[in-house]
């Protein structure tokens, strides 16, 4: 199939990138926006989709919890809502109202339209929580960030930043896991953070300010933005990280504490997990952000990066609470206030009134598509480049990416015809960028991988088309390997092409390309579960214990642990933060196919997920689906006593615990009969 090229085509998200901001300096700089991250009582919070079911829902919670929300936007509209005004715009909102932090509650395919008003308005914190915002929409909204230095993004795909001390939620945390204390958290992952959460309060320690970086592949605040934050926050005295595979943020926070800890006397103590540890190469788990590009590290170096600048390690975020008490000692200064000491003093359920989703978190899907490499090879004999299937030992590799860390396109070379993260190097460019030839990044790259002079404007040819194929198909990654011919000419031996889902599934973008799939030739369990809203990813090797889990983080960090008690997992499968008793059974359908599963490990975190419908799900699934495999069950978080009595009264082969070592050690015990 061929896909055509229109000239200068890009995108049509609305975004205005050429639009100038006149107030922002020369000199802006988008760091100076640091100090918009501590938020507290006095915080004056925005909504951007005001008047939708569950900003409402979201407002009314926040309120209660004493956050103070001046009103909210819906577009041409004036009004009150919750007793609240409605403004037609965010400029009117701003000018009225000068709220310090906006709270972006629309889908994903409109996400970076509010982020840009937000922007224009001079907002000095936007929280965007969306799921599925196009790579290609926040690529242009942090084109527009670094030329500024009054407004300070916090995500996507996050459930937001929250001050414990000063009752200010801007997100969609679940609220009774909090208490006012003394542990700063930063965490790409929501359920991982949730647990991270609820194990300090456990403790009896609680949170100061947790911010979260979110699990997209680019972040507006990234954790070395919020270890910065945390080391001069009077109220943190001790700070936890919560990572996983995708991009080098992880390493830039280990080389920041490695220097935090040289220059400081007296440092706060610093815990981390990183999950992924077990993630197949190549595969993207679950979150938008979690897969390795070109040249990246894997999960394990960023585990070990973090523990050799002196972060304290642990394989399960269940451990951070005790963990951190000890190193803090046993006496630690917070506030207590009546509603902390109530908090600490759950010691299993974490109880809500009520289940909280987020408008703009749709059903999971399948974030990527990567093309067959003959169809790559089509579109690179389109934009009139060589191509051969005759691979040379002195092959280069050539990749057009995402740097994660200037939040910009990358140009990803290596002198061999592997990326060996040891021979990678990235060279970034703006995203506005549109030629590059003449360019002294061409003969950056050049130099790198050894290419001769002569080579130089063949070399900016294809890196021009490579451009151009991934701003105007909207790809994540466009991988090729490339090997000279006659007269200083470039050929591309292998294609590896990777588009970004969420333009087509909730921006209705690209369809040309995405008509290329072939579910004919994928795995059919994770077709089925695709269909039925769920991420799942097949396990290579023994695979005796399969995994259900609400949260790709905690999915993740489930099939680690696990592995790490001495199980073999043979999968990974993340339920949503939504699970219901439908997505549970139909997961369960999906897990018995496989003939390796001997066990079924249940771990849910009930934290936007109510644990009694998780039981309902189990218990409809042994009764339909004529279950034969023993299950163990850990359910912690809201309605976690209730659901373990709903097991326990079933009569079913059931096992149900709260604590995760022990029920890891049972399912391993079963897998293994």
Same mark, same amino acid.
């Given at each position: ?6 000239p ?6 609305g975004?205005?990138?050429?639009r100038c901001?006149?107030?922002?300096p020369r ?9 918009n991250?501590k ?10 989709g ?5 900003a ?9 919890w004493?956050t103070?929300?001046v ?8 009004g ?5 005004p409605i403004?037609p715009?965010?400029?009117a ?6 709220p ?13 339209q509010?982020?840009?008003e937000?922007i ?5 914190l936007v ?11 926040i690529?242009?909204i942090?084109?527009?960030l670094?030329t500024?230095s009054k407004?300070?993004?916090?995500g996507?795909n996050?459930?937001?930043i929250?001050?414990a001390?000063?009752?200010c939620r801007i997100g969609?945390q ?15 992952s929501?359920?991982?953070?949730y647990e991270?959460?609820?194990?300090t309060t456990?403790a009896?320690l609680?949170?100061?300010?947790c911010i979260?970086m ?21 109220d943190?005295?001790g700070?936890?990280?919560v990572?996983?595979?995708g991009?080098t943020?992880?390493?830039?926070a280990?080389?920041w504490i ?9 440092p706060k103590p610093i ?6 540890l077990?993630a197949?190469?190549g ?9 390795a590009?070109?040249?990246?590290p894997?999960a ?7 523990e ?6 642990v394989?399960h ?8 008490r ?13 509603a ?6 759950q ?20 974030r990527?598509?990567y093309i067959?490499q003959f169809q ?14 005759q ?15 200037t939040?910009?396109p ?10 060996d ?16 030839q ?11 991988v ?7 404007g063949t ?6 088309a ?7 198909k909207?790809?994540f990654?466009?991988?090729t390997?490339?090997?000279s011919?006659?007269?200083?000419k470039?050929?591309?031996?292998g294609a ?5 889902d969420?333009?087509?599934r909730s921006s209705?973008?690209q ?7 072939n579910?004919a030739?994928?795995?059919?369990e994770?077709?089925e ?6 991420v799942?990813?097949k396990?290579?090797g023994e @695979? ?5 889990v609400? %949260?790709?983080g905690? &999915?993740?960090?489930? =099939?680690? !642990? $696990?592995t ?5 997992c043979?999968?990974?499968?993340d ?5 219901t008793s439908e ?5 369960f359908?999906?897990?018995c ?6 066990a079924?490990?249940v ?14 799900g ?11 495999v023993?299950v ?6 809201t ?11 079933? @009569?079913l ?5 709260? %604590?995760f070592e022990? &029920?890891?050690?049972? =399912?391993? !015990? $079963?897998?293994r009969k």
């Amino acid at each position: 199939m061929s896909l055509h090229f229109l000239p200068r085509r890009v995108p049509q998200s609305g975004l205005s990138l050429t639009r100038c901001f006149s107030t922002s300096p020369r000199n802006a700089n988008y760091a100076d926006t640091l100090p918009n991250l501590k938020i507290g009582a006095h915080t004056k919070v925005l909504f951007q989709g005001f008047t939708g079911r569950q900003a409402t829902a979201n407002v009314k919670e926040s309120l209660e919890w004493g956050t103070k929300i001046v009103g909210g936007v819906k577009p041409g509209v004036e009004g009150e809502h919750l007793g609240l005004p409605i403004f037609p715009s965010v400029k009117a909102a701003q000018e009225k109202a000068k709220p310090d932090a906006s709270a972006i509650y629309v889908p994903g395919n409109q996400t970076a339209q509010a982020i840009e008003e937000a922007i224009e308005a001079e907002i000095p914190l936007v929280v965007a929580v969306a799921e599925h915002v196009p790579i290609h929409d926040i690529l242009r909204i942090h084109s527009m960030l670094q030329t500024q230095s009054k407004t300070r993004l916090v995500g996507a795909n996050c459930p937001g930043i929250i001050s414990a001390i000063g009752k200010c939620r801007i997100g969609f945390q679940p609220l009774p896991c909090f208490s006012p204390g003394n542990v700063g958290i930063v965490a790409k992952s929501g359920t991982l953070s949730y647990e991270t959460v609820a194990s300090t309060t456990r403790a009896g320690l609680g949170q100061s300010l947790c911010i979260s970086m979110g699990g997209d592949v680019l972040a507006g605040t990234n954790f070395v933005d919020a270890l910065k934050i945390f080391e001069h926050d009077t109220d943190t005295e001790g700070i936890i990280l919560v990572g996983e595979i995708g991009g080098t943020a992880e390493m830039d926070a280990a080389e920041w504490i490695k220097d935090y800890r040289r220059r400081t006397a007296n440092p706060k103590p610093i815990m981390a997990l990183v999950g992924g540890l077990e993630a197949p190469h190549g595969r993207i788990m679950g979150h938008a952000g979690a897969w390795a590009a070109p040249g990246e590290p894997d999960a394990q170096a960023k585990y070990q990066a973090l523990e050799r600048a002196g972060a304290v390690m642990v394989n399960h975020p269940e451990k951070f609470g005790e963990g951190m008490r000890s190193l803090l000692g046993s006496t630690v200064s917070r506030p207590r206030t009546q509603a902390s000491i109530e908090s600490a003093s759950q010691k299993r359920g974490l109880h809500t009134m009520r289940r909280f989703n987020p408008a703009s978190r749709p059903a999971q899907q399948k974030r990527s598509l990567y093309i067959k490499q003959f169809q790559a090879f089509d579109i690179l004999k389109e934009m009139a480049i060589p191509v051969s299937e005759q691979a040379q030992s002195s092959d280069i590799s050539i990749s057009i990416s995402i740097d994660r860390s200037t939040l910009s396109p990358c140009i990803v070379a290596s002198p061999s015809a592997e990326f060996d993260p040891a021979q990678s190097r990235k060279f970034p460019f703006k995203y506005t960028q549109t030629n590059f030839q003449n360019e002294s990044l061409i003969s950056d790259v050049a130099s790198h991988v050894g290419l001769p002079a002569s080579s130089h404007g063949t070399l900016a040819g294809l890196v021009q088309a490579l451009w151009r194929i991934f701003k105007e198909k909207e790809a994540f990654v466009l991988e090729t390997r490339v090997g000279s011919i006659a007269d200083g000419k470039l050929e591309v031996h292998g294609a590896r092409f990777g588009f970004d889902d969420a333009a087509f599934r909730s921006s209705g973008r690209q369809q040309e390309v995405h008509s290329l799939r072939n579910t004919a030739e994928e795995v059919p369990e994770e077709v089925e579960a695709e269909r039925d809203g769920i991420v799942y990813v097949k396990l290579e090797g023994e @695979g005796s214990v399969g995994t259900l889990v609400n %949260g790709a983080g905690l &999915a993740m960090n489930t =099939v680690d !642990a $696990l592995t790490f008690h001495g199980g073999h997992c043979a999968n990974f499968l993340d339920t949503g933060g939504k699970a219901t008793s439908e997505t549970v059974k139909s997961s369960f359908r999906i897990i018995c196919s496989d003939s390796r599963v001997n066990a079924i490990f249940v771990n849910i975190f009930g934290g936007l997920t109510r644990c009694d419908m998780i039981a309902e799900g189990i218990i409809l699934a042994f009764r339909d689906l004529d279950m034969q495999v023993p299950v163990v069950v850990r359910l912690r978080g809201t309605n976690e006593e209730l659901g373990q009595k709903m097991i326990a009264e079933s @009569g079913l082969p059931l096992h149900a615990f709260d %604590g995760f070592e022990e &029920a890891a050690k049972k =399912v391993i !015990a $079963l897998a293994r009969k």
